[in-house]
C-alpha cells in the first residue's frame, strides 16, 4: 500500500516536472481579452486564448493561438524575437494605439522571466495601412492566413515606417518697397520760380459821363460856329 501510494505520488511530479517543462519550451500562455483584438490577418472576438510555440530551427518564431480548450486553431503567425531589459514574472502584452473603436492590434508577446518575446509580423497590405494608423514602425511579410509554417520561416521580412507627414510651406512674404537712394554729392535740382499772376483791377467806372461830356462840348462848338457866322 505504502509502495503505490509513494508510487503514485512519484508519477505525478514527474507529470508535474514534465508538464512545467513544456509550457517553458512552447511557452504557453492562457489570455482572456475583454474586448476584441487584431492578430494578424484576423480578429479575435472577446474571450480566452492559448498562445503556444511552434518547434522551429530558424531565428524567427512561429506562433499558434487556440481556443481556450486547444481544440481549434484560430491562426499561424510569424514572429520575430523581440527584447528587453527588464523581464517580469507576468505574461506581458503590448498593444499598439489605434483610433477609438477600433480593435487594439497585438505587437508583442513576452512570457513571463524572459528577456525576450515574441513580436508579430502583419501582412504587407495591412502592416502599411497599420503603420500609418499608429504612426510606428510595424514589421511586414508577404504572407497570408493560409501560408504554411515552413513558408513563414522563410518568409522575407522588412519594417514599414510610417509615411512621413510634409508641413506646410509657410506663406510668401510681400517684399518691401526698397526707398530710391540719392547718389551722395550731387545737388538736388533747382525749383524754378513760378511768376506771380498779374493783378487786374475792378472795373468799376461806367463810359457813360464820358459820352455825355463829348457830346455837350459837340454841342457847344456848334452853337459856336453858327454864331460866329
Not at 48 to 75: C, G, M, P, Q
Amino acid at each position: 500500500m505504502f509502495k503505490r501510494a509513494l508510487t503514485l505520488v512519484c508519477c505525478t511530479l514527474l507529470v508535474a516536472i514534465f508538464s512545467v517543462r513544456a509550457d517553458e519550451w512552447n511557452k504557453k500562455t492562457v489570455v482572456t481579452f475583454s474586448g476584441p483584438v487584431e492578430l494578424p490577418g484576423i480578429v479575435l472576438p472577446p474571450g480566452t486564448y492559448v498562445f503556444k510555440l511552434l518547434d522551429s530551427a530558424a531565428d524567427r518564431h512561429i506562433v499558434r493561438v487556440f481556443n481556450k480548450d486547444e481544440t481549434k486553431i484560430y491562426t499561424t503567425i510569424l514572429a520575430i524575437p523581440n527584447y528587453r531589459l527588464e523581464p517580469t514574472g507576468d505574461t506581458v502584452l503590448r498593444f499598439t494605439e489605434r483610433p477609438r473603436n477600433a480593435p487594439e492590434a497585438l505587437r508583442a508577446w513576452f512570457y513571463p522571466g524572459d528577456n525576450f518575446g515574441q513580436e508579430f509580423v502583419y501582412p504587407k497590405a495591412r502592416a502599411v495601412n497599420l503603420a500609418a494608423e499608429v504612426k510606428a514602425p510595424v514589421l511586414a511579410a508577404p504572407v497570408t492566413p493560409e501560408t504554411k509554417p515552413e513558408e513563414l520561416a522563410k518568409a522575407p521580412v522588412e519594417t514599414v515606417a510610417p509615411p512621413e507627414v510634409e508641413e506646410p510651406a509657410p506663406p510668401p512674404v510681400a517684399a518691401k518697397p526698397t526707398p530710391a537712394v540719392e547718389p551722395e554729392g550731387v545737388p538736388p535740382p533747382a525749383l524754378e520760380p513760378t511768376p506771380a499772376p498779374v493783378a487786374e483791377l475792378p472795373k468799376t467806372a461806367s463810359p457813360m459821363p464820358l459820352v455825355a461830356l463829348l457830346g455837350m462840348t459837340s454841342l457847344a462848338l456848334v452853337l459856336l460856329l453858327k454864331r460866329l457866322s
